[in-house]
């Protein structure tokens, strides 16, 4: 919920994320970002070294992912705008009150390549009560307009931690490689 205004970049992330740290007095931090969130994560640690203690990127998204143009970005914008992606959210939930098991198969096919047999009822709960927790609001189209130059993560001097699975299909693993 928090207003970006004209903080939608990457590099104005990380500026909010160093006021933030510096209003609570924390000293060095340890970032914990995923997925597209690692954009920001990389400018932090680019913008201020002294303050980045150390990076864990999970399944990072640093190259270009849903391109202007492209059908995920199309969609991407249709599905999670600021007067649909509630009403999407929604939906996703009343599939999984409606068809519990056909829409936790239907997830797992888009995060993983391994199948997970048998699928249990605990499966089925763990993964319903993570998109029950799940909302976007504004955050998922402005972090598909973020991006990180060559120069910013060469400027990282942190330890890093990336964790990508190969058996992730929704994110290229040319994306850790970056």
Same mark, same amino acid.
């Given at each position: 919920?928090?207003?970006?205004? +004209? #903080?939608?970049?990457?590099?104005?992330?990380?500026?909010?994320?160093?006021?933030?740290? *510096?209003?609570?007095?924390?000293?060095?931090?340890?970032?914990?970002?995923?997925?597209?969130?690692?954009?920001? +994560?990389?400018?932090?640690? %680019?913008?201020?070294?002294?303050?980045?203690?150390?990076?864990?990127?999970? &399944?990072?998204?640093?190259?270009?992912?849903?391109?202007?143009?492209?059908?995920?970005?199309?969609? %991407?914008?249709?599905?999670?705008?600021?007067?649909? *992606?509630?009403?999407?959210?929604?939906?996703?939930?009343?599939?999984?009150?409606?068809?519990?098991?056909?829409?936790?198969?239907?997830?797992?096919? &888009?995060?993983?390549?391994?199948?997970?047999?048998?699928?249990?009822?605990?499966?089925? +709960?763990?993964?319903?009560?993570?998109?029950?927790?799940?909302? &976007?609001?504004?955050?998922?189209?402005?972090?598909? *307009?973020?991006?990180? &130059?060559?120069?910013?993560?060469?400027?990282?001097?942190?330890?890093?931690?990336?964790?990508?699975?190969? #058996?992730?299909?929704?994110?290229? *693993?040319?994306?850790?490689?970056?």
């Amino acid at each position: 919920g928090t207003a970006l205004g +004209a #903080n939608g970049s990457a590099q104005a992330t990380a500026r909010l994320v160093h006021a933030l740290v *510096e209003t609570l007095g924390t000293g060095p931090v340890g970032l914990i970002s995923i997925s597209l969130g690692a954009r920001a +994560a990389i400018a932090f640690g %680019a913008q201020y070294p002294e303050m980045t203690r150390a990076l864990v990127l999970s &399944s990072p998204i640093l190259g270009p992912y849903a391109p202007r143009g492209s059908l995920t970005h199309r969609l %991407a914008r249709i599905f999670y705008n600021r007067w649909t *992606e509630a009403a999407t959210w929604w939906g996703t939930r009343l599939a999984f009150r409606l068809l519990p098991r056909t829409a936790t198969r239907m997830f797992l096919r &888009s995060i993983t390549r391994r199948r997970i047999e048998p699928l249990t009822p605990r499966h089925i +709960a763990v993964v319903r009560e993570r998109i029950f927790s799940l909302r &976007s609001y504004a955050g998922l189209l402005v972090d598909l *307009e973020q991006s990180v &130059s060559e120069t910013m993560i060469a400027a990282i001097q942190c330890p890093t931690l990336i964790q990508h699975s190969l #058996n992730d299909p929704s994110i290229s *693993e040319d994306h850790p490689r970056l």
